[in-house]
C-alpha cells in the first residue's frame, strides 16, 4: 500500500485532537495479514499553517496487532521537494509530523528524509518553522511505545533540511524507541536554528537507540 501525496498543498487547517493538516490510522483488524506499508510525502507537498493538539502537520498512529511478523513493515519517507512548515502542536507532540507505533510484535517501522538529484537538478525536502509549544519533536516526533524489540526500528536522514523548529525536547528531530543513521548522502541531512527549551536542539535520541554518523 502506497500514499502518494504528489503536488498538494494543505493549509490552514485546525484539529483539536490529532492531525491538523491530516491524520492517518492504523488499527487491529480482524484477519491476520502481511503487507509493506509505505506513506511517500514527495512531488510537491506543501503541508503548512496547520495546527492540532499532536501532529500540527500530519499524524500517523500505527496499532495494528494483526500483521505478519517477517512479512510486514511500515515505512514513511519525506523526499524531493516536499515542504512541511509552520504547523503547530498546540499541547502535544509532533510540530510538522507526529508518528507513534504501538505494534506489539517484531515488524520494522522506518523514518526517511532524503534527497534527490534528477537531471543535474537537487530536490531538497524541508521540515522547516514547525512547532510543538510544550512537547516533544518540532520537526518530527517518532516514537515506538510497544514492540519486543526496538533494535528493528529507525530514522534515517540522509539529507534535506530540518531547520527552525522548536520543542522542549527534540526540536529538530525527537526518537523515541528506534536509531538514528545518518548515512553517506553526498549532501547529508542539514540541521540549523532547531531550538530546544530543554534537550536536543537539533537530535533528542530517547533510551535504548542509537546514533550512527557516516561521513
Known amino acids: 500500500f502506497q500514499f502518494l501525496s504528489g503536488s498538494s498543498d494543505i493549509y490552514n487547517n485546525v484539529c483539536e485532537a490529532n492531525g491538523g493538516g491530516f491524520r492517518i490510522k492504523s488499527y487491529n483488524a480482524a484477519v491476520e495479514s502481511s503487507g509493506h506499508i509505505t506513506i511517500n510525502f514527495n512531488g510537491y507537498t506543501n503541508i503548512h499553517d496547520n495546527r492540532a493538539a499532536n501532529g500540527g502537520g500530519v499524524s500517523v498512529q500505527m496499532a495494528?496487532?494483526?500483521?505478519?511478523?517477517g512479512e510486514s513493515s511500515y515505512t514513511i519517507q519525506v523526499y524531493h521537494d516536499a515542504r512541511i512548515k509552520d504547523?503547530?502542536?498546540?499541547?502535544?507532540?509532533?510540530?510538522?509530523?507526529?508518528?507513534?507505533s504501538s505494534l506489539n510484535k517484531n515488524i520494522p517501522v522506518t523514518f526517511k528524509i532524503f534527497e534527490r538529484t534528477d537531471n543535474g537538478v537537487r530536490h531538497v525536502p524541508q521540515i522547516t518553522g514547525n512547532h510543538a509549544e510544550s512537547g516533544k519533536g518540532g520537526g518530527v516526533y517518532y516514537e515506538i511505545t510497544e514492540s519486543a524489540r526496538k533494535d528493528i526500528h529507525s530514522i534515517f536522514l540522509n539529507g534535506g533540511n530540518i531547520s527552525d523548529n522548536y520543542a522542549i525536547y527534540g526540536a529538530g528531530v525527537y526518537s523515541g524507541g528506534g536509531d538514528v543513521n545518518c548515512s553517506e548522502n553526498v549532501n547529508g541531512v542539514s540541521m540549523t536554528g532547531n531550538t530546544a527549551s530543554v534537550d536536543g536542539g537539533g537530535l533528542y535520541i530517547g533510551s535504548g537507540g542509537f546514533l550512527t554518523m557516516n561521513s
Open 64 to 69: 495494528s496487532s494483526s500483521l505478519t511478523e
Open 87 to 100: 504547523n503547530v502542536a498546540t499541547s502535544g507532540n509532533g510540530g510538522g509530523i507526529y508518528f507513534n
